[in-house]
């Protein structure tokens, strides 16, 4: 297991930018493919972006395709978003996850941090 804390959220207006960050204890995250996911109040968990383990693919929601970029640093231990042109939408608990694969589904993934707020204001 791997422990996750991410950082790095906070209130922004619209068309704004905000960058989060995951640090990752205890096993390395360099076998493990790395996720973000988000959930709205009141809705369900989503998927937002993933990585693989070493060669840094990346696929991305729909909805996040040229706003949001993921990426990682294996020798830092640590995975990034970094979120553009947000919009009053993208606000949510946004939740880093580790998992064998650049899955979009949550349950594929086996690690979680305890979540971050992210809020655009219109």
């Known amino acids: 297991q791997v422990q996750l804390v991410e950082s790095g959220g906070g209130l922004v207006q619209a068309g704004g930018s905000l960058r989060l960050s995951c640090a990752a204890s205890g096993r390395t995250t360099s076998p493990y493919a790395m996720g973000w996911f988000r959930q709205a109040p009141g809705k369900e968990r989503e998927f937002v972006a993933a990585i693989s383990r070493i060669d840094h693919y990346t696929r991305y929601a729909d909805a996040m395709k040229g706003r949001f970029t993921i990426s990682r640093d294996n020798a830092k231990n640590m995975v990034y978003l970094q979120m553009d042109s947000l919009k009053p939408e993208d606000t949510a608990l946004y939740y880093c996850?580790?998992?064998?694969?650049?899955?979009?589904?949550?349950?594929?993934?086996?690690?979680w941090g305890q979540g971050i707020q992210v809020t655009v204001s219109s």
């Open positions: 996850a580790a998992g064998p694969t650049m899955a979009s589904r949550s349950y594929e993934y086996n690690s």
